[in-house]
C-alpha cells in the first residue's frame, strides 16, 4: 500500500502543482499590469509630444513679441531722439517767435478787430431778410398781424435793434446792495 515515501511524494506533488499554479497566475497579472503599464507609458509619451508642442508654440510666440517689442522699443527710441531735437530748435525759436508775435501779432488784431467792428455796424444797419413760406416768416407774419410779435421777431421783421447801453432794471442796483 502507501508508504511514507508515496505520501511525502503526493504531498510534494501537490504543493508544486499549488505552487505552478500559482506562479501562473501571478504571471498572468504581472503581464496585464505590464500591457497597462506600456499603454500609460505611450499614452504620457504622446500627451509628452503634444506638450512639447505647445511649449515651443508658446516659446515662438514669446520670440515675435520680443522681437516686436524690441521694434516698438527701437522706433521710440527714435521718436525721442527726434522729439529732443525738435524741443532744442523750439527753444531756440521760442525768442523769435515772441519778437514776431509782439511786433507783428498787435498791430493784426487791431487790424482783425477794426474790421469784425466795422462789419457787426454795417450788419446792425442792415434790415434782416426772411424768406417767404419759411416758418419764421409766416410766424412772424401772425404775430405782426395780431401784434404781439416777441422783440427779436419784430426786431427781425423791422430791421431794428434796441441801443446796446440799455439793461435790465434788475441789474442797474449796486453790488452788495440788499434787495
Known sequence: MLN????????????????????????????RL???????????????DMLM???DAATRRADEQVA?????????????ATMAELNSRLTALAPAARTIAHR????L?????????????LGMRRPKVIRAGGPTARAGAIATAQGSAPDGRRRALNGRRQPLGRR????????GARR
Open 4 to 31: 511514507a515515501v508515496w505520501v511525502a511524494v503526493i504531498v510534494a506533488v501537490a504543493f508544486w502543482a499549488v505552487a505552478v499554479c500559482i506562479a501562473v497566475y501571478v504571471m498572468l497579472k504581472a503581464g
Open 34 to 48: 505590464i500591457t497597462e503599464t506600456t499603454s500609460a507609458v505611450a499614452d504620457l509619451r504622446g500627451r509628452g
Open 53 to 55: 508642442d505647445r511649449a
Open 68 to 80: 516686436k517689442t524690441e521694434a516698438i522699443t527701437a522706433s521710440m527710441d527714435e521718436v525721442a
Open 104 to 107: 507783428v501779432g498787435g498791430p
Open 109 to 121: 488784431a487791431r487790424v482783425a478787430a477794426l474790421l469784425y467792428g466795422i462789419s457787426r455796424a
Open 168 to 175: 435790465p432794471p434788475e441789474l442797474n442796483a449796486r453790488r
